[in-house]
T-cell receptor
Framework: GDSVTQMEGPVTLSEEACLTINCTYTATGYPSLFWYVQYPGEGLQLLLKATKADDKGSNKGFEATYRKETTSFHLEKGSVQVSDSAVYFCALRTSGGSNYKLTFGKGTLLTVNP | EAGVAQSPRYKIIEKRQSVAFWCNPISGHATLYWYQQILGQGPKLLIQFQNNGVVDDSQLPKDRFSAERLKGVDSTLKIQPAKLEDSAVYLC??????????????FGPGTRLTVL
């Protein structure tokens, strides 16, 4: 079945450090890939997405590139801020019919210190 | 536009009691999802509705969980009777009926259930 493996957390960085959160997937078919973020006390929000190989999703300074050859979708940011402290979830959705369920990784807690 | 609304935000019950959660999706969104998020894990789909029909309930523990979306708008998820392992955050999400690959699911704030 479909699965997503994310780098184990927690990750603690200083402000302005570089961030990479690794994500790899196993899927039947040709999935769409997503990163969701959950800020403290809030619901899940879509951060970025990519729907085909070599697509790059980007938002708020975060980027991730859909790599079909390595089945990966790593999240990167060149300079993190304290406000980026949150839990980050990688997810996939395989196309097919009307079933649009998302399969999530376990999440990675990021803490950014001033 | 208003987001996905859920209530209550928090609920504490004893095992074997019943509990119900309510969700109102974004206006016009035909597809509604309930996810269960256990502490330290990613959300897991319990059930997906399209309008008032069930698309996928393969991971819903049907001996104790039930869900309905009678008029194709808001939805209720019920647990009866609750077990300790049902302690989790229950997330509701909605999306437009999508013909493309990039349909976005919008999540509510969740209901945190504690079973004692």
């Amino acid at each position: 079945g479909d699965s997503v493996t994310q780098m184990e957390g927690p990750v603690t960085l200083s402000e302005e450090a570089c961030l990479t959160i690794n994500c790899t997937y196993t899927a039947t078919g040709y999935p769409s890939l997503f990163w969701y973020v959950q800020y403290p006390g809030e619901g899940l929000q879509l951060l970025l997405k990519a729907t085909k190989a070599d697509d790059k999703g980007s938002n708020k300074g975060f980027e991730a590139t859909y790599r079909k050859e390595t089945t990966s979708f790593h999240l990167e940011k060149g300079s993190v801020q304290v406000s980026d402290s949150a839990v980050y979830f990688c997810a996939l959705r395989t196309s097919g019919g009307s079933n649009y369920k998302l399969t999530f990784g376990k999440g990675t807690l990021l803490t950014v210190n001033p | 536009e208003a987001g996905v609304a859920q209530s209550p935000r928090y609920k504490i019950i004893e095992k074997r009691q019943s509990v119900a959660f309510w969700c109102n999706p974004i206006s016009g969104h035909a597809t509604l999802y309930w996810y269960q998020q256990i502490l330290g894990q990613g959300p897991k789909l319990l059930i997906q509705f399209q309008n008032n029909g069930v698309v996928d309930d393969s991971q819903l523990p049907k001996d104790r969980f039930s869900a309905e979306r009678l008029k194709g708008v808001d939805s209720t998820l019920k647990i009866q009777p609750a077990k300790l392992e049902d302690s989790a955050v229950y997330l509701c999400a909605s999306s437009l009926v999508a013909s493309g690959r990039a349909d976005t699911q919008y999540f509510g704030p969740g209901t945190r259930l504690t079973v004692l």
